[in-house]
C-alpha cells in the first residue's frame, strides 16, 4: 500500500514538476523573445536613422551640385557687358547714321538684353524656395505684359495716335524696350548680388 500510495503521488507531483518546469523554461523563452525583440526594434530604428541621414547628405549634395557658385559683384559685369553691346551698336549709328542697319542694331542690342535678364533672373531662382520661384516668375509674366503695353504706347501722342510713322516710330519703340528691359536687368543684378 506504501508503494501504491508513493505511486499515486508520483504521478500527481511530476505531471504538476514537468507543468511547473514547462512553465519556467515559457517564462525564460518569453523574456528572451521580448529582448530580442527589443533588440530588433532598436537596430530596426537606427538603420531607419542611418537611412534618414544618407537621404539628407544625398538631397544636400544634390542641392550643391545645382546650386551654381554665386558670381560677385554681377551687376558691374553686366553694365560692362552693357556698355560693350552699346558701343557695337553706337559703331553701326555712326557708320549708317540713321538707316536699317542702325534699327536692326538696336534689335541685336534688345535680344542681347532680354538674353541677359534671362539669365540673371535663372540665376536669382536659382537661389529661391519653391513657393517664392512661383511669386517670383508671376511677377516677371506681369512685367513682360506691361513692358509690351509701353512699348506699344510708346509712339503715341497725348491723342493716342501715332507720333511718327515707318522707322522713326519704330526706333522709338525699340529705344523704350531697351530702355525697359536695362533698368529691370540692373535691378535683378543688385537683387542677385544682395542674395546669399
Do not use: H
Not at 137 to 151: F, P, Y
Amino acid at each position: 500500500m506504501k508503494v501504491k500510495n508513493i505511486i499515486v503521488k508520483l504521478t500527481i507531483i511530476l505531471p504538476l514538476f514537468l507543468i511547473l518546469s514547462c512553465q519556467n523554461k515559457n517564462s525564460e523563452l518569453e523574456k528572451k523573445v521580448e529582448k530580442l525583440e527589443k533588440e530588433n526594434a532598436e537596430i530596426l530604428k537606427k538603420q531607419k536613422e542611418q537611412q534618414n541621414a544618407q537621404e539628407n547628405t544625398a538631397n544636400i549634395k544634390k542641392e550643391e551640385k545645382t546650386l551654381q557658385p554665386k558670381i560677385k559683384n554681377y551687376e558691374y559685369k553686366v553694365k560692362d557687358r552693357i556698355a560693350d553691346y552699346e558701343a557695337a551698336r553706337d559703331k553701326v549709328s555712326e557708320e549708317y547714321g540713321w538707316s536699317v542697319e542702325e534699327t536692326q542694331a538696336n534689335e541685336k542690342l534688345n535680344e542681347k538684353l532680354d538674353d541677359e535678364l534671362t539669365k540673371v533672373y535663372n540665376l536669382i531662382r536659382e537661389r529661391m524656395s519653391e513657393s517664392r520661384k512661383i511669386e517670383f516668375r508671376n511677377e516677371q509674366r506681369q512685367w513682360i505684359k506691361n513692358r509690351k503695353k509701353k512699348v506699344e504706347n510708346s509712339n503715341n501722342g497725348e491723342d493716342g495716335n501715332p507720333g511718327m510713322g515707318g522707322r522713326a516710330g519704330a526706333n522709338v519703340e525699340i529705344l523704350t524696350y531697351q530702355e525697359l528691359t536695362k533698368d529691370r536687368l540692373i535691378k535683378f543684378a543688385r537683387i542677385y548680388d544682395n542674395m546669399e
